[in-house]
């Protein structure tokens, strides 16, 4: 079966979405693009201290999003992350004080305990 393409909607609706939740203040630290072959599809990965542990993780998301007036039909598959994940912590260790990472894609290389068939990333920090 053929890979889902990351489009340019996507793309734009990814960037939409991470900066209606940094004015919601949920200091969102890892946005990317993650590309799942378990699901043959696209999640938008987030990583916050704010959101870490805390059980209700997507309802806060979907509370910044909504308060924002985002339509939650437009809300993209999400997948949220704990900040001590292997993958995360790898991430922020190779990439945390690169100067922009906007736009990088990874691909093809394990980090942490994932391996990252493809990935467009929006922010390393």
Known sequence: MDKATLVNIDLERGAEVLKLLDSADLGIKVALWL???????????????????????????????????????????????????????????LFGKTKSVEGMRLGLQTIGNRFIEDAYVYRIS
């Open 35 to 93: 590309f799942s072959p378990d699901h043959d599809d696209w999640f938008l990965v987030l990583a916050s201290p704010q959101l870490d542990g805390s059980k209700h993780s997507y309802g806060l998301v979907n509370e910044g999003l909504y308060k924002a007036g985002y339509a939650i039909e437009k809300t993209p598959p999400l997948w949220i992350m704990p900040m001590n994940d292997p993958f995360i912590r790898g991430l922020r260790k």
